[in-house]
């Protein structure tokens, strides 16, 4: 998924649209841009917390804010890139970002029956439950905390999600047949672990902060911290990461294709040449 804005004619800057490449050290599983790649482009949004944070929209919204400012003293043009759907929302139609109570969170987090919380929510806000999955652990907590905490429906806060409203941002989406899909992730994570994954994550948790709860949840990161502590062998480890990645990447096309501003781009062989077209157009 990628979206254009239309900016001053120059150079080009990436903000990167991914809730697991802001953390530094988490390169392997999460595919970000290689030192190369940003020493060829300006990229936004990449690198800026520690594996250890608890990094939340809120603050990516401040983050993009703090990267567009620069973005527009650098007289460039911005191209957003990624496929983490609340934070390309953000980004297009902004949202109005609920606080935050921590000590609601915590009993939350504490709360094993992610099944149980669901229910709960349902019967709290049900028009927030019809825009995450029942087993998505995180969205449901943040959801729970916020009806607990504030008083009133997590629904209530913005009409960013789902509302697709007017905008001057140009919006291009990739999609490839879910065969083709599923075999290039399979082939994906075999690589991942070939160039080092569970090296990585074994640093990650021996680091002294180790890993928080919101890092640990990111696809191959949590399988592989199932491997390493002993409860999944090396194989149950790959082919869970798999499995989740493909259901991940059917959400994720589910998510984008709601929105009807999306120019599809049906991809066969080679995505970069075949969208560089309509993004060039976007950005002349």
Known sequence: MAAAVQQPQGSVHIIAADAMQVYRRMDIGTAKPTVQDQAAITHHCVDIAEP??????????????????????????????????????????????????????????????????????????????TKMEPNNRRRIIRALEVCLGSGVKFSSFGDGIGAFAPTDTTLIGLRWTRDALRARIASRVVTMIE???????????????????????????KEMIEHIEGRWSLDEAVAAT????????????????????????????NPVEEVTPHVMAALA
């Open 52 to 129: 250890s944070e608890r990094y939340t929209v809120a603050r990516y919204v401040d983050d993009v804010a703090a990267a567009r400012r620069a973005i527009g003293e650098a007289g460039a043009a911005e191209l957003v890139v990624g496929g983490t759907g609340l934070y390309v929302t953000a980004i297009v139609d902004g949202l109005n970002m609920p606080g935050e109570w921590p000590e609601i969170r915590a009993e939350l987090e504490a709360n094993e029956d992610t099944e149980a919380m669901f229910a709960q929510l349902v019967s709290l806000d049900a028009e927030a439950t």
């Open 195 to 221: 160039t080092g994954l569970v090296d990585e994550v074994r640093s990650l948790l021996g680091e002294t902060n180790g890993m928080s709860v919101t890092a640990r949840q990111a696809l191959g990161y």
């Open 242 to 269: 798999i499995l989740r990645t493909q259901q991940f990447a059917i959400r994720q096309e589910r998510w984008f294709r709601r929105d009807p501003r999306i120019q599809w781009v049906d991809v066969y062989e």
